[in-house]
């Protein structure tokens, strides 16, 4: 199993930038295909991006390309969220998450970090 904590979140103006990060426990990080979501109030929990194990391989949600960077860092157990160019519409709670091997789902999840963006 992986424990996963999101930090990084908070209140941004419009146009500001944030970068999250989740930290993940064990020592199979490696072995895990990272994924970003989010959820806004009201809202579906939506896909954002994901990352495979070596981090070679990257994709994200149509309306989110060139404004958001996923990343990892296998060494420090840690995925990230660079985002840039902040919208009001961008404010949900992001959740990180780890799909295994095994399932090929998102099996773990973290408890979500707050980013709100005011206008």
């Known amino acids: 199993q992986v424990q996963l904590v999101e930090s990084g979140g908070g209140l941004v103006q419009a146009g500001g930038s944030l970068r999250l990060s989740c930290a993940a426990s064990?020592?199979?990080?490696?072995?895990?295909?990272m994924g970003w979501f989010r959820q806004a109030p009201g809202k579906e929990r939506e896909f954002v991006a994901t990352i495979s194990r070596t981090g070679g391989s990257t994709y994200y949600a149509d309306s989110l390309k060139g404004r958001f960077t996923i990343s990892r860092d296998n060494a420090k157990n840690t995925v990230y969220l660079q985002m840039n160019s902040l919208k009001p519409e961008d404010t949900a709670v992001y959740y990180c998450?780890?799909?295994?091997?095994?399932?090929?789902?998102?099996?773990?999840w973290g408890q979500g970090t707050q980013v709100t963006v005011s206008s």
């Open positions: 998450a780890a799909a295994s091997l095994t399932t090929g789902g998102y099996d773990y």
């Open positions: 064990g020592r199979t990080f490696s072995t895990y295909r």
